[in-house]
């Protein structure tokens, strides 16, 4: 599911804090502005995943008329998107089965040396993929 909430930036020394007055609790910061965006919508998408997996009530946006009126001069606000599908697809750690095919000769050497196939195929996965 896909979220828009006002987020309020703060640039501080070298890097843009970022809180999310909504979401409580919610902060981050980045190193410069498009950093701290997404660094925003990392917080914003784990919170609400969180909540809806526990069934919580999702709060309702404020306005960024609401939330410019207490700001300091220091401040500026934003509007962030937070995609709690996507947030679940890169960091749901549940074991999914696959059926794959490899060749008999590499399968008898595999199971002689207890290779441990999962485990593997992972690893592999995640060089293949620039992961790592």
């Known amino acids: 599911m896909r979220y828009a909430y006002p987020a309020i930036f703060k640039n501080e020394k070298k890097q843009v804090l970022v809180r999310v007055p909504d979401l409580p609790g919610t902060f981050t910061y980045g190193?410069?502005?498009?950093?701290?965006?997404?660094?925003?919508?990392?917080?914003?998408?784990?919170?609400?995943?969180?909540?809806?997996?526990?069934?919580?009530?999702?709060?309702?946006?404020?306005?960024?008329?609401?939330?410019?009126?207490?700001?300091?001069?220091?401040e500026y606000c934003s509007i962030i998107v937070a995609d709690t599908d996507e947030y679940r697809r890169k960091h749901d750690t549940r074991a999914v089965k696959k059926t794959l095919s490899i060749p008999a000769w590499l399968n008898y050497e595999a199971e002689r040396a207890n290779a441990p196939f999962s485990q593997l195929l992972q690893e592999s996965l995640k060089r293949y993929l620039q992961l790592t």
């Not at 997996?53 to 404020?62: D, F, K, L, T, V």
Request: proline share 7%.
């Open 31 to 74: 190193s410069d502005l498009p950093d701290a965006v997404y660094m925003a919508q990392d917080a914003a998408s784990m919170w609400l995943w969180d909540a809806e997996n526990g069934g919580e009530e999702i709060p309702a946006p404020s306005s960024l008329a609401e939330i410019g009126l207490g700001l300091t001069k220091k």
